[in-house]
């Protein structure tokens, strides 16, 4: 089975109110990460919010996996991608497989709080010399607030935050592999 690693940054964190401005995914164990960000699409510069080619190009791209992973993406990624994609008619996802590493965080760990940037932390701190995982990255409220009304720059710093999660969300699943006890597909 063959699975990617998915980030994505919206504007909002509703989707009737909100759109995407970038999505990056990484298939499993391979080096290269797959960017989709909306100041790449023609009509941008009129229409700065208007995410439905790039929705469009993610679909399509996603069908190409059997299986997901994410972080939290069970109550944030997934319900957005799939509110725009209702939104813009186009088809569902097809079905695939969903490993939310946020889940396992919760019910399997025990830290002080269940967010990537705690459970990196954790791991690095207590691996006895071992590689160190990728560090989260903070996103400036500046560079967000940029990001949100079309800025370059500001796009380009919420690519590198998403760059950094899911190469870190990979490194995270390689370490709590052991903890997942079923696999289950998720309707998208």
Known sequence: MNFLTLDIETSNLNADFGFVITVVCKPYNDKNLKVFRIDDYKGFEKARYNDKPLIKDVREYLGKFDGIITYNGRNFDLPFLRSQLICYGFEPMKDMFHVDVYF??????????????SLIHFLNTYRGGKKKLEEKTYINSLYYRKAITGNKSGIDELVKHCKKDVLALEQCYDLLKPEVRSLKKSYF
């Open 104 to 117: 396992i965080t919760k019910y399997r760990l025990r830290l002080h709080n269940n967010k990537l940037n």
